[in-house]
């Protein structure tokens, strides 16, 4: 099925360690994950995008899916800006529940949508566990179409909870951007926090 839809330096003295140590957020999605980044990162509403997404959908399962997504948070920082999304699509709106052998296609379906604003080039791929989830990630670099001269790194992450499909997705305009994306941690149907993308994350090439 196709549907439409962050490391602190060391510091070797314990007591400033504590002090210096950054402030996080946590964003709870309410399929069952939570999502930790830095204080200093801006939520911002995601619904324009939404909308605009939705004129963009060329069918009725495309429409469909766009519809179930929920924006659980949308962040940026820097400039150029970083920008880190995360979106659930839940089973009860969606009509039927996701199973693990639709994560490729619900995956690479969110991923597919981006092409329509990015131009993208070289795409790595690979597949990882975060406690019993099986993830699915895409980097890539890419242009927007409006700004040819301006380069981004794109990230998607993807996994099917209990109750649904959830991405975590990341438009990296520098490569602090990127390390925060990837080293933030998240939490998935209750187990123990991880990192989102582990250094091993990309074994797999395209064919």
Same mark, same amino acid.
């Given at each position: ?58 069918? !009725?399962? !495309?429409?469909?899916?766009? +519809?179930? *997504?929920?924006? &659980? ?11 880190? *999304? &995360? $979106?659930? /699509? ?21 991923? $597919? ?7 993208? +080039? ?15 990630? $895409? =980097? *890539? ?7 040819? @001269?301006?380069?981004?790194?794109? $990230? *998607? ?14 438009? +990296? @305009?520098?490569?602090?951007?990127? =390390?925060?994306?990837?080293?933030? /941690?998240?939490? /998935? +149907? ?18």
């Amino acid at each position: 099925m196709k549907t439409s839809i962050l490391i602190a330096s060391i510091v070797f003295i314990a007591a400033p360690l504590a002090a210096q140590a950054p402030a996080l957020q946590t964003h709870t999605g309410d399929i069952g994950f939570t999502y930790t980044l830095p204080a200093d990162w801006q939520v911002v509403d995601a619904h324009p995008a939404q909308q605009q997404a939705g004129k963009d959908a060329t069918s !009725a399962a !495309a429409m469909k899916g766009i +519809e179930c *997504v929920q924006v &659980a948070l949308t962040a940026h920082h820097g400039t150029p800006a970083s920008v880190i *999304v &995360a $979106e659930a /699509l839940p089973d009860d709106c969606l009509g039927h529940t996701l199973t693990q052998n639709d994560l490729a296609g619900f995956a690479s379906g969110a991923a $597919e949508g981006l092409k329509q604003t990015f131009d993208m +080039e070289n795409p790595e791929y690979g597949t990882y566990s975060i406690g019993t989830h099986t993830m699915w990630v $895409e =980097r *890539v670099k890419s242009m927007p179409k409006k700004n040819p @001269g301006a380069e981004y790194l794109i $990230e *998607v992450v993807c996994s099917i909870l209990k109750k649904g499909g959830v991405c975590f997705m990341a438009m +990296e @305009g520098s490569e602090s951007g990127m =390390r925060v994306f990837e080293n933030s /941690l998240v939490a /998935l +149907e209750g187990e123990p926090p991880s990192i989102l993308i582990p250094a091993n994350a990309f074994v797999k090439k395209p064919q």
